[in-house]
């Protein structure tokens, strides 16, 4: 069981001069799903290399379990700092992909051809293709064989407009992502602010917030098995 975990290389939030990057609960979390699982775990990014961190999700009030066995886990921490350039890895190589949020991927990611052309042939092979909190920002221009969004007359989740006015950054992020899915067609839904959610149609699974991460790579994991 091969997983590849793909991660954001932007750093920048908008104009304000602070920083993003992903989520650290939102990559810790499913990491040690599916490592657990035994499963073999590659993770990529843009850039390659370290990919940032969003410094709030350091912060003592967003710490867990899997975020706290993180910082004590040297392997992971070593695996974190080498990711793979993403537009050197093959879809052919994995069984499933794995996109954790934070803000950096609004940016990124969904402007990434390498990752719109990984998503749309592993969505096209019947492999598993997940995205947690901002991550679903991935599908905003990932595309069907006949050129229709892929997320049209899909049941999906990712950040809720209220929750993004919750943390006061609905005039800075790039484009809010409850009001692109269902622009794009998608059968948006969700659950009470920062309550785990997650969806599954037929290969795509998506989580509302870092709450719903571990669900999200637990409904992973069912669709290898």
């Given at each position: 069981m091969k997983i590849l975990m793909i991660l954001t290389s932007h750093d920048q939030l908008g104009e304000t001069g602070n920083k993003t990057g992903f989520w650290l609960e939102e990559f810790a979390s499913p990491y040690y799903v599916f490592k657990d699982a035994n499963a073999e775990i590659t993770l990529a990014s843009p850039a390659g290399g370290q990919p940032p961190?969003?410094?709030?999700?350091?912060?003592p009030d967003f710490q867990t379990d899997a975020t706290r066995r993180f910082k004590n886990d040297a392997e992971a921490q070593q695996a974190l700092a080498n990711t793979l350039k993403l537009?050197?890895?093959?879809?052919?190589?994995?069984?499933?992909?794995?996109y954790p949020g934070g803000h950096g991927p609004l940016w990124d990611l969904a402007e990434n051809s390498s990752s719109i052309n990984l998503i749309e042939s592993m969505y096209a092979a019947g492999k598993p293709v997940a995205a947690v909190c901002h991550a679903p920002a991935i599908l905003k221009n990932v595309k069907n064989s006949d050129g229709s969004p892929l997320v049209r007359g899909k049941s999906v989740t990712g950040f809720s407009n209220t929750e993004e006015d919750a943390v006061q950054l609905t005039e800075v992020v790039?484009?809010?992502l409850e009001d692109e899915l269902k622009a794009k067609?998608?059968?948006?839904?969700r659950a009470d602010d920062w309550h785990p959610y997650a969806i599954t149609d037929g290969?795509?699974?998506?989580g509302q917030n870092p709450a719903s991460s571990e669900l999200a790579a637990r409904e992973v994991l069912k669709l290898i098995r």
């Open positions: 961190l969003d410094p709030k999700s350091d912060e537009s050197d890895i093959s879809s052919d190589d994995f069984d499933a992909v794995f790039p484009f809010l067609g998608a059968n948006y839904s290969n795509l699974v998506t």
